[in-house]
């Protein structure tokens, strides 16, 4: 099945070897500069069931992107972030160890930072796995609506126009590749996406934050305040962005198929 070379879903036996693509498999079907077929095709004793690409949005769709992909994963976002900020600052805030917002070492405005990045590579590397799993297994279908982009560096981010390289989807140089392909990604979605974030959070830390010793920097209190806006900030990220992640995966996979589709058209 050419459309993702996620590890965790290639074949288990060791002896089958499949025509691998690095990161994923091209998704118009051209041969030779990226057709690669990571997984086989369900008819060779594969147990995927991928459902047939939307030609429009579905109730099920959009309850999958927004209700699951959204709101459900904005709480364990924000109730992570309020774990962490609890453990890095309930004993934090004195004369001693003040939390500021740009002064080191107890700075807030470098966590939102850290944050961001953090954030956005866990959500896309557990979204990469949880929603080609849902798609293995025919519990969510692909969207086929969304036509490929033309723009070279987008047809980059979106894993097409790939070379094929031949080799076992299950050894070590995949994996790492795998991860490599993925973390670039997800950083350059949170570098594209970091100055409207961070500056948001900034505004919203100066408004709740107390100026006083004659300092020019923002005081804050151990509790709650770090705590207040870490789970705030991990839950408005977890539900504005996951959602995107949720649907490029879900984009990804019906071109595939349609690609999958056209090539046995042809033959």
Sequence with gaps: ????????????????????????????????????????????????KFRPPSDHFTAHQIFYIFIIGGIIAAIPAGGINFAIAYALYHNRGGDDSPIRLFQFPNTLAGDTAVTIFIQFLTTWVIESILVNYDLRKGGVQPIGFIPQPKWKYLRWFMFLDRQEETYDVRNVRHWLKFLL???????????????VIFSVSIGFLTIVGERHHGDWDWYYSATWAPE????????????LFT???????????GWALQAMEGQSITE
């Design 1 to 48: 099945m050419p459309w993702a070379t996620h590890p965790i879903f290639q074949p288990r036996s060791p002896a089958e070897k499949v025509i691998a693509d690095v990161e994923a498999a091209q998704g118009d079907g051209r041969n030779g500069d990226g057709s690669g077929s990571p997984v086989p095709d369900p008819k060779h004793g594969d147990d995927s």
């Design 181 to 195: 392909s993925q973390i670039i990604r997800s950083l350059v979605l949170a570098v594209i996406s970091f100055p």
């Design 228 to 239: 207040v806006f870490k789970l705030v900030q991990g839950a408005v990220l977890g539900l």
């Design 243 to 253: 959602p995107l992640m949720v649907m490029f995966w879900l984009t990804r996979c």
